[in-house]
């Protein structure tokens, strides 16, 4: 059983389970603003620079679950398209086209934000947004589309699936509590921000 699985990590696929899915046949078109519009297959996903990142996924549905995502910097990725200087916001989507998810440039750009094909060194399963899905642990968990096919190069925002429906666009984390998966569920109360650490820690 992988380790997501393990710790009970909710699977979420609002616009519905996409089935099983080609690891080896998968790929990631990258366009909109930039010089060099690309695609990158499966192989050149996992022969790109590996980072592995110590970070929570943190839902507003009020889980968290921390571990070691292992993928490719979205920063890499805009390098290697060579984004232009008008990008203002990264925008995801899922296969099947439906789910979508923008994030502010700034925030692509920082080190932890990757395109995540591990967990615990395990590639990522279906369920948990595999073979590749954008990982941010910045922001509320809707931020970091699964099983992303498509990323588009931005000058504007645009309200993705879940912002649609209600939940802010700009995602910021807030304090309160949150079921700690890490800890078998154990409420525990963060601080408004990346969840680095409890308050009750
Ligand atoms: N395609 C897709 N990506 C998605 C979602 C979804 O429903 N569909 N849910 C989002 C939400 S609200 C969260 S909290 C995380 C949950 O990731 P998990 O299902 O791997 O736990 O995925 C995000 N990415
Ligand atoms: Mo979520």
């Known amino acids: 059983m992988s380790r ?25 078109s990258v366009g909109g ?9 499966w192989q050149e996903i996992i022969s790109m620079h590996k980072t592995v990142v110590d970070a929570r996924l943190t839902s507003v549905t009020r889980f968290s679950v921390s571990g070691k995502w292992g993928g490719i910097k979205v920063s890499d990725v805009l390098d290697a398209v060579e984004a232009s200087d008008e990008v203002r916001y990264v ?3 899922s296969v099947k086209n439906i789910y979508d998810t923008s994030i502010p440039i700034d925030v692509a750009k920082r080190e932890k934000t990757i395109l995540a094909y591990e967990f615990e060194s395990e590639y990522l399963e279906e369920d948990y947004g595999g073979p590749v899905r954008g990982f941010c642990p910045y922001l509320w968990g809707y931020k970091s589309a699964k099983s992303v096919v498509k990323i588009e190069l931005m000058d504007r925002y645009v309200s993705g699936f879940w912002e649609l429906r209600g939940y802010p666009d700009d995602a910021l984390i807030t304090a309160g509590k949150v079921r700690d998966l890490n800890q078998g569920g154990r409420i525990r109360p963060i601080p408004g921000g990346e969840v680095i650490t409890f308050l009750d820690e």
Request: contains cysteine; positive net charge.
């Open 4 to 28: 997501l699985k393990e710790l009970k990590t909710p699977v979420f696929w609002a616009e519905g389970h996409p089935g099983i899915l080609d690891r080896e046949d998968w790929s990631i």
């Open 91 to 93: 925008r995801f989507w």
């Open 33 to 41: 603003l930039c010089k060099n519009p690309k695609i990158f297959t």
